[in-house]
């Protein structure tokens, strides 16, 4: 079955600072993954998505992913975090297969990682 | 297009009560779900729908039914609230996965937070 594991509910950070936010998959065969944000009382927002062979995913907002096999990872990343940075950030793999079509598509969460920025 | 919408936002309910969310999409996605975030534990799938009069359990479907009669619907009932029953409710919906390499990306409502006392 596949998974997903943030490793660390909260994350802060000083404003200009690398933000860094990990995430780790388990999955037998290439998966689908994305980011989520979801800012206070509001919904989910796709931040970024990996669904091809493009390692290293551009996001929204200046964040960026990059899917590493080997380490079976897809850490969240932003050169230099702005206090509107400040939210909670889920990962997340879908059932759906690449070299698979016909699946529901159904998304399973990470637990979320809280980010705060400090001014 | 109004994308998803749920209603209602907010709702306060006692043990035993039912009642129904609403969730509705615009964009003709054959897919929609459920979902409920709680504290720590992220977002877990509740039940989904493939299609008109098709649906599937999720990962925590006791305690909740669903029926999709029409593509643009798929209301959540609780038949006999519970308090581990409070929690946020967001409903998604997408283009179904057809094809090979081709991901439809899910489209999430604004939730429903329910509390029951």
């Known amino acids: 079955a596949q998974s997903v594991t943030q490793l660390g509910s909260h994350v802060s950070v000083s404003e200009g600072a690398l933000v860094l936010l990990r995430c780790n998959y388990s999955?037998?065969?290439?998966?689908?993954l994305f980011w989520y944000v979801q800012y206070p009382n509001q919904g989910l927002q796709l931040l970024l998505k990996?669904?091809?062979?493009?390692?290293l995913v551009k996001g929204i907002n200046g964040f960026e992913a990059e899917f590493k096999k080997s380490e079976t990872s897809f850490h969240l990343t932003k050169p230099s975090a702005h206090m509107s940075d400040a939210a909670e950030y889920f990962c997340a793999v879908s059932d759906a297969f690449m070299n698979y079509g016909g699946s529901q598509g159904n998304l399973i969460f990470g637990k979320g990682t809280k980010l705060s920025v400090k001014p | 297009n109004a994308g998803v919408t749920q209603t209602p936002k907010f709702q306060v309910l006692k043990t035993g009560q039912s009642m129904t969310l609403q969730c509705a999409q615009d964009?003709?996605?054959?897919?929609m779900s459920w979902y409920r975030q709680d504290p720590g534990m992220g977002l877990r799938l509740i039940h989904y729908?493939?299609?008109?009069?098709?649906?599937d359990q999720g990962e925590v479907p006791n305690g909740y039914n669903v029926s999709r009669s029409t593509t643009e619907d798929f209301p959540l009932r609780l038949l006999s609230a519970a308090p581990s029953q409070t929690s946020v409710y967001f409903c998604a919906s997408s283009y179904s996965q057809g094809l090979a390499g081709k991901y439809n990306e899910q489209f999430f409502g604004p939730g429903t937070r329910l509390t029951v006392l």
């Open positions: 964009m003709n996605h054959e897919y």
């Open positions: 729908s493939v299609g008109a009069g098709i649906t």
């Open positions: 990996y669904t091809s062979a493009a390692t």
């Open positions: 999955s037998s065969v290439p998966p689908y």
